[in-house]
């Protein structure tokens, strides 16, 4: 009896550290990715691609508590989140704290959904790979919406 009372003990502590740890990781995660990338070595940035006439310059939030709010591209890759360190910082209850990330190759924006819990949706499409975007294009991540605009 006295073992099972033990047992017992042991998956309790274990269930109730394994929330204090997903609850400090939610909470502190960007700050330890912040500390990390101001650490590493810095290295010369590559040339930006060339702006061709009719690409988007900016992202503009339609919907959500942050409506109205117009993020220039040029420092692409765009962070999404709610994160300190995001440079679209939503305050948005189902958006993560590092949620998404737009980026552009040589010839094309994409969006990527960096593993959310509720998910990246372009138009109605729940995305699971980085996916191509263009002008007009929707993104939506809980409740606020926001597309590229030259």
Do not use: C
Request: proline share 4%.
């Amino acid at each position: 009896m006295m073992l099972i009372r033990f047992g017992y003990l042991a998956v309790l502590w274990i269930f109730v550290l394994s929330a204090v740890s997903v609850i400090r990781s939610d909470m502190f995660g960007a700050r330890a990715a912040r500390e990390k990338a101001q650490k590493a070595p810095k290295r010369p940035k590559d040339k930006a691609p060339k702006v061709r006439r009719g690409d988007p310059t900016k992202v503009v939030l339609l919907e959500g508590a942050n409506r109205g709010e117009e993020v220039s591209l040029d420092q692409a890759p765009i962070l999404i989140g709610r994160g300190t360190d995001a440079a679209i910082r939503l305050d948005d209850d189902y958006a993560s704290t590092r949620h998404a990330r737009i980026a552009r190759t040589d010839t094309q924006w994409y969006v990527e959904d960096l593993g959310s819990t509720n998910g990246t949706y372009v138009g109605s499409t729940r995305i699971t790979q980085p996916t191509s975007i263009s002008l007009g294009t929707q993104i939506r991540i809980g409740k606020t919406i926001m597309e590229l605009r030259k």
